[in-house]
């Protein structure tokens, strides 16, 4: 078995344990918002979407990058200097911990100005009380990101994964129940991130896995702080890129607005469901085969994962682009309906952005973080632009054009670059072919003009386009090697035979 073979096996292994807790979480999540979206008024959606952007962007800036920078140097620090890791991960802890309540009370006493700035008076009462969540959220966020450093994803799935948006959802059923004010709902999302960090805490204590012991070493700190600036950066911009159509929506139009957009981006933001869930393990592997001279193989590993989270993407993203109303009115409900032209959109960008690859993270494997920082920051700035001239005449639809531009500008950017630097690129050959299929046929199943009252007649003819999808895939002979051999991997992992299927391969390979 080759050694990208191996790789791709061992990414595998851990994306399936990944993907599954992010299945729950974003199931379970859905279910809240979707309550949420129900039950109260599409303004009322909307504040809540606001206020929870305002609280993710307070996040980015009080882990200060630590989020992603903490994986690598809790390996590195366990590597080359043992004896310190404990004071850089009690470092770690106490640093967040003072900037989350810094930042808390900065949102707490600036909680009017906000409001005023986005004319909606409902921010002031649900911004001050979901900044108390601040510092759970943010404590969270780094311990796990400490666990990943020990090379464990347990912790991620336990709970952030499962129990965050199990405890947020019984919260929210209690309360539409109950039938208590909408103001519950942010008094519910602070309930479920404390409960989520003391049964956090709770676990890493129980398996002693670190030691808790309050000590600041200012020398580490500096180092942390230094090396996780680019990355804090990088983030912004890719919030900027996330969020910025939520903002000026809320700053340009109304709450009303934010919540029929908020519902299309809810939904296309599922797409990269697997590409997220495979670069959990495809940087410390990937970086192991960098740091050995050993490109081509990264390569390799490169453009058959891209080709797998392609192929598990398609579903989902056929669905929404070809029965955009079917999908938004069965998680949402009818009067979110106009925003089928901007969820359109929106999977558009998601899916370019997908099917390009981890092209971000391999320029950080490869020693290149600078470049994503540069990359985002034309794409960062396409989207505030196009944002502005865009919201005032067209609303949701011009916000979507301007996320679906700056996903495709970022991706360009550093797919360009990861192939000037290394030669790596997604398109073998038999990459290519499944692509071009896939175009031909969505372009066929559109331009029928397919009417579907409801998702459950939209399922019969994507089971039809997926059926001649995949017939066509086999017939074009897209089936490399490493794919059967990772088949053959997870059959003898299930202990069961796939004669059914290995025959049909074996015409096809």
Not at 195 to 220: G, N, Q
Not at 476 to 497: C, H, M, Q
Request: proline share 3%; charged share 15%.
């Amino acid at each position: 078995m080759s050694e990208a073979s191996q790789a791709l096996q061992k990414i595998a292994r851990g994306t399936g344990i990944v993907f599954a807790g992010t299945v729950i979480s974003m199931f379970f999540g859905f279910l809240s918002r979707a309550v949420i979206a129900r039950y109260f008024s599409v303004g009322e959606y909307g504040v809540f979407n606001l206020t929870l952007t305002i609280l993710s962007i307070a996040l980015v800036i009080a882990t200060l990058g630590f989020q992603n920078s903490l994986p690598r140097e809790v390996a590195f620090y366990r590597e080359k200097e043992p004896s310190k890791v404990e004071s850089l991960i009690s470092t770690a802890l106490i640093t967040v911990s003072l900037t989350s309540s810094a930042i808390m009370l900065l949102i707490i006493f600036g909680s009017e100005f906000v409001a005023q700035a986005f004319n909606e008076e409902r921010l002031t009462s649900a911004l001050k009380v979901v900044a108390l969540a601040l510092p759970f959220s943010a404590l969270v966020g780094v311990t796990i990101s400490i666990t990943r450093g020990f090379g464990r994803v347990r912790e991620q799935v336990y709970f952030q994964n499962i129990v965050y948006p199990t405890v947020f959802l019984i919260l929210v059923l209690i309360g539409v129940f109950l039938k208590l004010q909408f103001s519950y709902v942010f008094l519910a999302y602070v309930v479920a991130q404390a409960l989520t960090f003391s049964a956090l805490v709770f676990d890493v204590w129980k398996i002693k896995l670190f030691e808790l012991r309050p000590s600041l070493d200012f020398r580490i700190g500096r180092e942390l702080v230094a090396f996780s600036l680019p990355l804090l950066f990088t983030g912004i911009l890719v919030f900027v890129m996330t969020w910025a159509d939520t903002l000026m929506l809320g700053y340009y139009k109304n709450s009303d607005f934010v919540g029929l957009y908020s519902s299309a981006s809810t939904l296309a933001k599922l797409l990269p469901i697997f590409l997220n869930s495979a670069s959990i393990l495809y940087v410390p592997i990937a970086s192991q085969l960098y740091a050995q001279g050993k490109i081509r193989e990264m390569g390799r590993v490169y453009q058959i994962l891209t080709k797998w989270v392609f192929l598990l993407t398609l579903p989902l993203f056929s669905l929404m682009f070809l029965f955009p109303e079917a999908t938004i009115g069965f998680f949402f409900g009818k009067k979110y309906l106009l925003a089928s032209t901007a969820l359109q959109i929106l999977v558009l960008g998601f899916m370019f952005h997908t099917f390009l690859g981890l092209n971000g993270l391999s320029l950080v494997v490869i020693g290149e973080p600078k470049l994503n920082l540069i990359g985002n920051s034309f794409a960062a700035l396409f989207n505030v632009v196009l944002n502005a001239l865009l919201i005032p005449p067209y609303g949701i639809v011009g916000a979507a054009i301007a996320t679906a531009v700056s996903y495709f500008v970022a991706n360009v950017f550093r797919s360009f670059w990861l192939y000037k630097k290394t030669k790596i690129h997604p398109f073998s050959w038999n990459y290519v072919k499944p692509l071009v299929i896939s175009f031909v046929l969505l372009g066929v199943f559109k331009g029928m003009h397919l009417k579907v009252p409801n998702i459950w007649y939209a399922f019969p003819v994507l089971t039809a386009f997926l059926g001649v999808y995949f017939f066509c895939v086999l017939l074009s002979r897209s089936i490399d090697k490493e794919d059967i051999e990772l088949f053959l991997a997870i059959e003898n992992k299930l202990g069961v035979d796939l004669k059914a299927i290995k025959k049909i391969l074996r015409r096809f390979v």
